[in-house]
């Protein structure tokens, strides 16, 4: 998960793994907006992914703070695959929430990277 504050012209962001997961609502309440990056490939443990992305929408949806799902690794993935993700982590239901954005890319890459920053610019504008 990355939390993302706005200070007047930038952009903080602070990285919180897992591990940090106990204080999540603290950092949370804080926050301007939550990116939350899950594993996308077809390797990757999606049942914990769901868990810990329940979790987070849990604590941004208390606030409606503005949160995006980051699907990476898409560049190693099929479309098949990456539906099967939408599936798994039932990402028609969590996106019927209007705080919430889901964004396929890929760190490796780059692909749709800019998109993510343009999310975390509007943060600023709001």
Known sequence: MVLAGCEEDEVVVKEVGACFQQRWSKWVSGADGVVVVVDASPEAAHSTSMVALLDVLELTGESSIPTLILLNKCDKSSRREVAKVYGLLEM?????????????????????MP???EWMNELGKG
């Open 92 to 112: 028609d239901s969590l996106t019927a929430n209007s705080h919430v954005a889901v964004i396929e890319g890929s760190a490796l890459t780059g692909h749709n």
């Open 115 to 117: 998109l993510v920053l």
